[in-house]
C-alpha cells in the first residue's frame, strides 16, 4: 500500500516519543511492502516560535493531504506560566480538532499482564480491564463561546454548549464500537445538574430506541471518577463529553500503570489522527527518559483504523507486550533496569524485523 503520513512531534518529549513512533511505522513498512511517505509539520508552541501560529496554514494542508496524521504532544511551561499569553500552544490543539472535524476521540484502556502487579490498584481488580472511552472532542466548554473575563478582570467565564447533532454523532460511533464488541454501553453525564448532559442523556435513549440489544447505562461523572477505581472492570464502551472524558482518561491510565501506555485515535470528518493521550511532560524533555509505547501503541490504531491494516496493528501490539514482558521499559515502569526512550524504540523495531 502506498501511504502518506504527516508528522507533528509538536513540544516538549514529542520529538524524542514520534521519533520511536516513526521508527516502527518503517519497520513495518519494510516487513510488509508498504511505501510510507512522511512528511513533518510544525505545531503547539514550536510553531508559535518559529511561526507566530500554533497550527499554520500549511500543516493544515499537510493533514487535510495525508492519509494519517501522527501527532506527539504540545504544551511549554513557558506558556502555562503566563496566563496572560495572547497565543497558547493549546489553541494549535483545538484549531486542529475543530478544522481535520476529529470530533471523536477513541481511548482504548487495556491492562498489560505483566504489569498487573506495578499498579497502584488491587491485582484483583484491575485483572482483564479492557474498555474503549470515546471522548467527544470538538464541543463543549473547550470550545464554547462566550469565553473571557470581566472588563475589570475580576470575573471569568466558559460556556459549556453542546448541540443535538454533536451528540447524536458520537453516540451512534460508540453504539458501532458496543455492537463489535456485544456488551455495553455506559453514558457518563452530570443530568443532574448541567443542561448540556440532560441534552446528552435524551439524546442517547432516543437512539438507544432503535437498538433493542443494546445494553445501555448512565453514571454521573462523579461516581463514574470513583468506580473507574473501585471497579474498572465493569466497563465496555464509555461515551462521554470532552472535559470529562479528558479528565477521566487520566485517571484511567493509572488502571493501567503509567501515563505514557494509553494510545488514542482522534476520528471525524477529514484526515484522523493517532496521538498519546498524554501530553508534553516537559520534565523529562530532551533526557530520553519518557515512555514511548503510548505513541507505539498509537501507530498500531493508526494501521488499524486509518489504514484497515490489522496483522499490522497485531504485530506492533506483540512486540510491545515482549518488550513489557521482558522488562525492556522506561523508568516510568519501575523493573530496577530502565532503559531510554531510544532503546524501548529500538528494541520493538528490531522485533519487527524479526
Ligand atoms: N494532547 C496534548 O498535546 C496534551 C495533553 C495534555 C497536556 N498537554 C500539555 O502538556 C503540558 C504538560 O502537562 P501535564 O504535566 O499536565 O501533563 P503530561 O501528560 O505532560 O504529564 C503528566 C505526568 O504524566 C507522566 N507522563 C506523561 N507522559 C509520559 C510518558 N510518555 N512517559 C512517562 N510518564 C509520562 C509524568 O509523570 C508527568 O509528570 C502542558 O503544557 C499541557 O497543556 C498537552
Same mark, same amino acid.
Given at each position: 500500500m502506498k501511504l502518506k503520513i504527516?508528522?507533528?512531534?509538536?513540544?516538549?518529549?514529542?520529538?524524542?516519543?514520534?521519533?520511536?513512533?516513526v521508527k516502527v511505522t518503517k519497520a513495518i513498512a519494510e516487513r510488509f511492502g508498504h511505501e510510507i511517505e512522511f512528511e513533518e509539520a510544525l505545531v503547539g508552541a514550536t510553531a508559535i516560535d518559529k511561526v507566530g501560529d500554533p497550527f499554520p496554514e500549511e500543516t493544515f494542508e499537510l493533514c487535510k493531504n495525508s492519509d494519517a496524521v501522527l501527532f506527539g504532544a504540545i504544551g511549554d511551561p513557558k506558556y502555562d506560566n503566563d496566563p496572560k499569553a495572547k497565543v497558547r500552544p493549546e489553541q494549535g490543539l483545538l484549531a486542529m480538532r475543530k478544522k481535520l472535524g476529529l470530533y471523536a476521540n477513541v481511548r482504548p484502556v487495556t491492562t498489560f499482564p505483566s504489569l498487573i502487579d506495578k499498579s497502584p490498584i488491587k491485582k484483583e481488580l484491575v485483572e482483564n480491564v479492557d474498555f474503549v472511552?470515546?471522548?467527544?472532542?470538538?464541543?463543549?466548554?473547550?470550545?464554547?463561546?462566550?469565553?473571557?473575563?470581566?472588563?475589570?478582570g475580576k470575573t471569568a467565564y466558559d460556556t459549556n454548549m453542546y448541540h443535538k447533532y454533536e451528540v447524536?454523532?458520537?453516540?451512534?460511533?460508540?453504539?458501532?464500537?458496543?455492537?463489535?464488541?456485544?456488551?455495553?454501553?455506559?453514558? $457518563?453525564?452530570?443530568?443532574?445538574?448541567?443542561?448540556? %448532559? @440532560?441534552?446528552?442523556? &435524551?439524546?442517547?435513549?432516543? /437512539?438507544?430506541k432503535e437498538y433493542p440489544e443494546l445494553n445501555m447505562d448512565f453514571m454521573f461523572v462523579d461516581n463514574a471518577a470513583m468506580q473507574l477505581i473501585q471497579n474498572p472492570g465493569?466497563?465496555?464502551?464509555?461515551?462521554?463529553?470532552?472535559?470529562?472524558?479528558?479528565?477521566?482518561?487520566?485517571?484511567?491510565?493509572?488502571?493501567?500503570?503509567?501515563?505514557?501506555?494509553?494510545?488514542?485515535?482522534?476520528?471525524?470528518?477529514?484526515?484522523?489522527?493517532?496521538?498519546?493521550?498524554?501530553g508534553s511532560y516537559p520534565q523529562a524533555a530532551g533526557k530520553n527518559i519518557a515512555n514511548p509505547l503510548a505513541t507505539i501503541l498509537s501507530v498500531a490504531?493508526?494501521?488499524?483504523?486509518?489504514?484497515?491494516?490489522?496483522?499490522?496493528?497485531?504485530?506492533?501490539?506483540?512486540?510491545v507486550d515482549k518488550s513489557l514482558e521482558?522488562?525492556? $521499559?522506561?523508568?516510568?515502569?519501575?523493573?530496577?533496569? %530502565? @532503559?531510554?526512550?531510544? &532503546?524501548?524504540?529500538?528494541? /520493538?523495531?528490531?522485533?519487527?524485523r524479526g
Open positions: 504527516a508528522v507533528l512531534p509538536g513540544d516538549g518529549i514529542g520529538p524524542e516519543i514520534i521519533d520511536q513512533g472511552v470515546l471522548r467527544e472532542l470538538t464541543g463543549g466548554i473547550y470550545f464554547g463561546e462566550p469565553q473571557g473575563r470581566s472588563e475589570d447524536e454523532r458520537i453516540v451512534k460511533l460508540a453504539i458501532s464500537y458496543v455492537l463489535k464488541r456485544n456488551k455495553k454501553l455506559t453514558v $457518563v453525564d452530570k443530568a443532574n445538574v448541567l443542561a448540556t %448532559s @440532560r441534552l446528552w442523556r &435524551e439524546t442517547a435513549q432516543e /437512539i438507544a465493569q466497563f465496555d464502551v464509555m461515551v462521554t463529553e470532552n472535559m470529562f472524558g479528558d479528565i477521566l482518561t487520566d485517571e484511567a491510565s493509572v488502571i493501567t500503570g503509567s501515563m505514557g501506555l494509553l494510545p488514542s485515535a482522534s476520528i471525524g470528518l477529514l484526515t484522523s489522527v493517532f496521538e498519546p493521550i498524554h490504531m493508526m494501521f488499524e483504523y486509518a489504514f484497515d491494516l490489522h496483522e499490522e496493528g497485531k504485530l506492533i501490539r506483540e512486540a521482558e522488562g525492556y $521499559v522506561t523508568e516510568d515502569l519501575p523493573t530496577g533496569n %530502565s @532503559r531510554s526512550t531510544s &532503546e524501548v524504540g529500538d528494541w /520493538i523495531e528490531k522485533y519487527i
